[in-house]
């Protein structure tokens, strides 16, 4: 699959429909991995673009309709990466509070591979603008990447003004202690992979919790790692000059995590 289709609001997306998109950035998305027309995670993935769009718009946003432009699009391949971005021509910039209707984009390309090599990242002082919302607005996430690979590095890691580990630039990121699976408690997104990760190891019996962590302690870690919807899990190399043994990277353990969630058909 080399092309990328696009529709709004269920129709061709010409540049009538796009241009409000284009001319306004303000909205939200998710993106999937669909395979053979399921998706892992589909309720969340839904019940976030609901959310977000109350948050942002006021409104709501039906599920139905949006889930079958999914399917149509989705029909295109059987192994695809999908994006639902959500947008509204109707946004005032002069009246941004107003309750306005919302617009629905839905994309689907290429499926993406995981990176060849486990990620060395660096970690960098930064923090996105309402990092709860998986927004449009990705300009300082892929600037801060961008400067990590400039410096030797793979990707990058945010680290809050005050000092704690948050997430990475289209990542969360976990570590493990010993048998115990341990999740930065700062300001992020709260990923899909990470929810489904998290309530699966909740189902294997595995011991898992959150708290703050800082630079100064990744040593005492057995090993990290990156979660996302279009790689799953990846184990981190390194972060900074600290390196981690991916004999420690339990990779068995996530992959059942996660596979304790059913693909559900869109």
Not at 45 to 54: E, P, V
Not at 83 to 106: G, K, Y
Not at 142 to 167: C, K, N, S, Y
Not at 174 to 182: C, I, K, L, S
Request: charged share 25%.
């Amino acid at each position: 699959m080399r092309h990328v289709w696009i529709e709004c609001n269920g129709k061709a997306a010409d540049a009538q429909l796009l241009r409000g998109a284009l001319q306004t950035p303000y909205g939200h998305f998710t993106t999937m991995r669909v395979r053979d027309g399921t998706v892992r995670g589909l309720d969340l993935h839904l019940a976030r673009l609901d959310a977000a769009t109350r948050a942002m718009f006021g409104s709501g946003l039906d599920p139905e309709p949006v889930r079958r432009w999914m399917r149509r699009m989705a029909e295109h391949s059987s192994d695809c990466m999908l994006r639902v971005q959500v947008f509204s021509r109707a946004f005032d910039r002069d009246a941004p509070e107003r309750e306005v209707e919302p617009d629905v984009l839905v994309s689907v390309g290429p499926a993406r591979s995981s990176p060849p090599l486990p990620p060395r990242l660096r970690s960098v002082t930064y923090l996105r603008d309402a990092p709860h919302l998986k927004h449009v607005g990705t300009f300082g996430l892929f600037h801060q990447r961008r400067l990590a690979r400039m410096a030797g590095f793979d990707d990058a890691l945010f680290v809050t003004p005050d000092g704690a580990i948050a997430e990475a630039s289209v990542w969360n990121i976990g570590f493990v202690a010993g048998q115990r699976v341990v999740w930065p408690d700062a300001p992020m997104l709260e990923g899909v992979t990470m929810r489904l990760l998290a309530t699966g190891l909740d189902a294997l019996g595995i011991e898992q919790g959150r708290r703050r962590i800082v630079r100064g302690e990744l040593a005492a870690f057995d090993a990290a790692f990156l979660a996302n919807a279009a790689s799953g899990t990846v184990a981190v190399a390194a972060i900074d000059e600290v390196r981690f043994a991916m004999s420690r990277f339990p990779q068995r353990l996530l992959a059942a995590a996660l596979e304790h969630h059913p693909w559900q058909r869109i």
